[in-house]
């Protein structure tokens, strides 16, 4: 839900576990980094803008400079559609090779050679490929040489060889594996005109938030860069940071290392913590943190320290009142004692620590005046940080530590009660209006990580990810024009608007809804799509599964609705060939399929086994589940066997039996008729119960129908918000 004021604690946040640093959305992403195998030893990427050449090439958009520009899924070098065609790189001078990865586009070499030369003209194989399969081939490497080349032997199609990028890793000349320091990182200057200076020269963070894991640098981080970024932020710093922090370095790119303290954002995000008594607690935080600042002091890619993320704000999950008060007090006064041992080991990076409220600024003036600034994450209000900054007299200057478009709890609900997502066009315009509001704050903000850099396909990857999949978004590139300056950005996503669900607030389980969606590419590329569904909020699962669909013309499909009953998300995913993916989203509810005829339990008396009394929504009474209404329902004792029966007054002509369960549903049970509610008729029987709707066809007549329920599908009851019967 919206804020109104960014010092009034929000009653509904984020929490830890895909994302989120933002909420209930990307659990995966937030989490310390994650321990990955080992990767390369630092070496340099040596060929990115450096001259390239090629036997040949597909067209004008297609040059060999185009697979050494960092751009890893935009731009690529295609040849003619014939064999024995190659692409090479003069890296300037002489250098010792370690390795070369290469992405390929769906044209991929087959068999190939990986050549290296002195002079441009004798050539040494370095590594042979057969049978090679395409995606991204990363082959080490042993030798030397100034130009390195790929010489296509047998492509794997009819079509040429084509590669997003070529990139050649090394020591040049055979010296040092890393970019020398950039010296000392500083705040400087006096109240309201403060800069960040690295190695003495004026520093502007231009940063995203980072999702991959730590080995992907190689892989991702010349894309990074090529957006503009000279900055990435983590939240966790330990054993496994090492080979991000070589590839940042290679990449030219600085990095926030951060040290996560309990509770981080929320509930979910790692337990409660009591800082004013568990010195335990505080002792081993503070040990683990000075090991890993005097590990990585020194490391040209360090940039500052962050300590915590949205701690202060998080606490609320865990206390209230006067002890809530003390406990924001002590943490502050601990996040303190670790800025003081960092600066005593690392006097030359800067402190600071991440919250997600500026109510919090309050307790670091009071108890962290050794910080050397603040940090705040805020999406929707970050342009109020401003005004907070001022109203509130602080000394220090700050950094957003995460922005971009609202979140899902910012947003209002949408026709099916649940946060409406924002379009790709509000979120691209999300990520300008915030980069836009940091550099308005002259003197004071000093930049910010925008989020996030992640490559996650899922509920909260398609909210935030600039790279879900690996498909730019349209908030890539709004992103690449902040940094960057220019316009100029190259192709770009197809842009999705004036997307509808019909009926939105009725799908039937198992029957189709349509979906609308006007589609336009600003290059004029030819678009196909994929559609999506995610049940989030039906059963909790965050993932997207390709839906069931058909094309019915001007961008409206016929999409098939999942079984599974309640609120779910479709996704029109539009490509455009180049990399890039214009993604829209709404909620769907998905009820009962109708039944034809007359529902003649509705409000008939109806008895049962037994009912809860006083759980969860209870009392469910065995009369709720012949109601009418979804929202209501009956729910036994959590035992076998249980009964409920409805009484139709007199006998009547049956036709249909429509059971419409909760997730606490009936494995095993036998549909029972009878004309004086004593004797009773099987009239229908299953062992193979899955929850959700069963309509059952019925032939007979009878007053009285009963469920004899003898297996649960869960360890709870059994629960029904309807029981229809219809004749």
């Not at 020398?180 to 200076?197: F, M």
């Not at 509001?437 to 996030?452: D, I, S, Y």
């Not at 192709?491 to 799908?507: C, F, I």
């Not at 839906?547 to 999942?562: D, E, H, I, K, L």
Request: hydrophobic share 35%.
């Amino acid at each position: 839900m919206s804020r109104a004021s960014l010092t009034d604690p929000p009653a509904r946040r984020r929490t830890g576990g895909a994302l989120l640093a933002a909420g209930l959305l990307l659990a995966s992403s937030l989490t310390t980094l994650a321990l990955a195998p080992a990767a390369h030893a630092a070496d340099t990427l040596l060929s990115q803008g450096r001259p390239a050449t090629a036997s040949s090439q597909e067209g004008d958009g297609y040059a060999p400079a185009a697979a050494v520009d960092g751009n890893l899924t935009g731009t690529r070098w295609a040849s003619q559609w014939s064999d024995q065609q190659w692409i090479q790189v003069d890296l300037g001078q002489q250098a010792t090779l370690s390795r070369v990865v290469l992405t390929w586009e769906a044209a991929y070499g087959k068999d190939y050679a990986i050549q290296a030369s002195d002079n441009g003209t004798d050539w040494r194989t370095l590594k042979t490929v057969t049978g090679g399969d395409g995606g991204s081939d990363d082959l080490a490497l042993s030798g030397t040489g100034r130009y390195v080349r790929m010489q296509g032997i047998a492509r794997a199609g009819g079509y040429g060889y084509s590669l997003w990028e070529f990139q050649v890793y090394g020591s040049a000349g055979g010296g040092t594996t890393q970019p020398p320091p950039g010296g000392a990182v500083k705040v400087e200057g006096t109240q309201g005109n403060w800069r960040l200076t690295v190695g003495g020269q004026p520093y502007t963070v231009k940063g995203v938030t980072w999702g991959p894991a730590a080995s992907a640098g190689p892989t991702y981080l010349p894309d990074v860069k090529a957006m503009g970024a000279n900055t990435i932020r983590t939240w966790g710093t330990d054993a496994s940071t090492k080979p991000l922090l070589d590839s940042a370095a290679a990449n030219g790119i600085r990095v926030i290392n951060g040290f996560w303290l309990q509770p981080g954002g929320g509930p979910g995000a790692g337990g409660c913590v009591d800082y004013v008594t568990d010195t335990t607690y505080k002792t081993n935080a503070l040990t683990e943190f000075a090991k890993w600042v005097d590990t990585y002091k020194s490391h040209p890619a360090t940039l500052m320290w962050n300590v915590g993320n949205e701690s202060v704000l998080g606490l609320q999950n865990c206390y209230s009142g006067a002890q809530l008060e003390a406990e924001r007090n002590a943490y502050t006064s601990f996040v303190n004692d670790v800025a003081k041992k960092i600066h005593s080991i690392d006097p030359d990076h800067p402190v600071t620590s991440t919250d997600a409220w500026t109510g919090a600024w309050p307790y670091y003036k009071r108890n962290a005046p050794d910080l050397d600034l603040y940090a705040m994450n805020s999406y929707s209000n970050v342009c109020k940080v401003r005004q907070d900054w001022i109203d509130g007299g602080y000394t220090k200057p700050y950094i957003i530590t995460e922005t971009g478009p609202a979140g899902e709890w910012e947003v209002p609900n949408d026709v099916n009660g649940v946060p409406d997502e924002p379009t790709d066009v509000q979120k691209a315009d999300g990520y300008t209006r915030a980069w836009n509001c940091v550099t308005g704050h002259q003197g004071v903000a000093l930049g910010a990580t925008l989020f996030h850099y992640g490559t996650e396909h899922d509920f909260g990857g398609v909210w935030f990810n600039l790279v879900p999949d690996g498909l730019k978004r349209l908030s890539y590139y709004a992103v690449k024009r902040a940094y960057t300056g220019t316009t100029a950005v190259g192709n770009t996503p197809p842009v999705l608007s004036n997307m509808t669900v019909s009926p939105a607030t009725s799908a039937p389980a198992g029957g189709e809804f349509t979906v609308h969606a006007d589609v336009r590419d600003p290059d004029g590329d030819p678009v196909t799509y994929k559609i999506f569904l995610s049940g989030n909020y039906a059963n909790g699962d965050k993932g997207l599964v390709a839906a069931q669909w058909r094309s019915t013309g001007n961008g409206t499909f016929a999409v098939t609705a999942p079984q599974k009953l309640g609120v779910w998300k479709v996704y029109v995913q539009a490509e455009d060939g180049h990399g890039n993916a214009g993604i829209e989203t709404r909620s769907v509810r998905v009820v009962a399929p109708p039944v034809s005829g007359t529902n003649l339990a509705l409000n008939r008396p109806a008895t049962a086994s037994s009912s809860q009394q006083s759980y969860g929504d209870c009392p469910c009474t065995p009369q709720l589940a012949v109601d009418g209404r979804a929202d209501t329902r009956w729910a036994s004792d959590w035992s076998d066997p249980q009964w409920i029966q409805v009484d139709l007054g007199a006998a009547k002509a049956l036709r249909t039996l429509q059971l419409v369960w909760d997730p606490a549903y009936g494995k095993a049970y036998t549909v029972q008729l009878s004309d004086d509610g004593t004797t009773w008729r099987s009239a229908y029987a299953t062992t193979a119960g899955d929850g959700d709707v069963d309509t059952i066809g019925l032939a007979g007549t009878a007053r009285y129908v009963r469920l004899q329920l003898t297996a649960r599908g869960t360890g709870w009851g059994y629960s029904l918000h309807e029981i229809g019967i219809y004749g």
